[in-house]
């Protein structure tokens, strides 16, 4: 299984579970847990939540997911930016921690960038990791001049979660060779499009014609995740709402893309040019 290795030595599989949306509908809410628990029997570990993510229902339905199995995941969380302040992260990664039921985070990352100087978030970071609360920290929605600021501070951070997909290729310029030399994972989201076009488009159909998987003929969103994680260091973290999403998606990893299917993505889906400023969603 293709892995990346953080810079405080651990290896986690380049393909994780993302939990936005999760836990709003009383319908759908056994069918997210499956999938969570079906990503983790398939030899998944990496499950990404936030305080933000439905007011904190997100982290409460991947609480209920893990509790017996909490040792095999690897959980990350994320510290809105306007709980940044010193005071404010320590008092959001308990919250976060009583609703995931967990004594620990692997990874608390700063959500965006807001007003509170960056010094004081990361000594909030190191302090909690000093109390054993959290194993690491990072950031998310950081371009390479945010990225400079925080290498200057400190030589901590672990992860940069960025919006990263076929349709969002800016990152290619810059940013994702900056974090790589950094040694800094990139943990790309939405890497599926939010599920929308993306999906239709004709040369993903094309490509995913080529290959087979364990499970079957491949398809454009097997494509779309190989395509992600065909990078150095980069993981994907797609949400799926059923065990049948999250394992079509756990089978995206057997796909190995040829140089003419990068040819043809290469040709739909442009490579930037210039600097383009960080998307986000
Ligand atoms: P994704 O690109 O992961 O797309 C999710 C959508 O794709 C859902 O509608 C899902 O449907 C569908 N899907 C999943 N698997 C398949 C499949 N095999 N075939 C067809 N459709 C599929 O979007 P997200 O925005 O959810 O991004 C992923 C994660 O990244 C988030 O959940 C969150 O954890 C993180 N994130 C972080 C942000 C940040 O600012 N740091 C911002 C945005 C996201 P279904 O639910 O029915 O399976």
């Known amino acids: 299984m293709k892995t990346v290795t953080l810079r405080n030595g651990a ?71 306007s709980n940044a302040s010193y005071d404010g992260v320590r008092r959001a990664c308990r919250r976060s921690l009583e609703r995931l039921e967990t004594d620990w985070l692997d990874m608390y990352l700063l959500h965006w ?67 790589l030399k950094a040694g800094v994972v990139t943990m790309a989201y939405s890497p599926l499009g939010q599920g929308g076009e993306l999906l239709q488009h004709p040369a993903l159909k094309e490509i995913a014609g080529r290959h087979e998987t364990s499970v079957g003929p491949a398809d454009p969103a097997q494509i779309a995740l190989a395509w992600v994680m065909r990078r150095e260091n980069v993981m994907a973290i ?18 190995v893309l040829t140089e003419d299917d990068l040819k043809v993505l290469d040709r739909a889906f442009p490579p930037p040019q210039r600097k383009v400023s960080l998307a986000m969603i």
């Open 113 to 179: 960038r807001g007003g509170t100087p960056l010094e004081e978030t990361i000594r909030a970071f190191e302090d909690l990791q000093a109390d054993g609360l959290i194993r690491g920290w990072g950031v998310s929605n950081f371009d390479v001049d945010d990225m400079e600021e925080i290498e200057d501070l400190s030589g901590s951070c672990q992860i940069n979660q960025i919006l990263y997909s076929l349709e969002h290729r800016g990152t290619e310029f810059d940013l994702l060779d900056h974090d």
């Open 238 to 255: 797609p949400k799926a709402g059923s065990a049948k999403h999250l394992l079509s998606n756990v089978a995206s990893l057997e796909i």
């Open 11 to 81: 290896t986690v599989p380049a393909l994780g579970m993302g939990t936005w949306n999760v836990g709003d509908s009383a319908d759908r809410r056994s069918s997210e847990i499956e999938s969570l628990r079906k990503g983790l029997e398939a030899g998944l570990r990496v499950i990404d939540t936030a305080e933000m993510y439905g007011n904190g229902r997100s982290e409460k339905l991947v609480g209920e997911a893990i509790a017996d199995v909490r040792d095999d995941v690897y959980l990350v969380s994320k510290v809105l930016p």
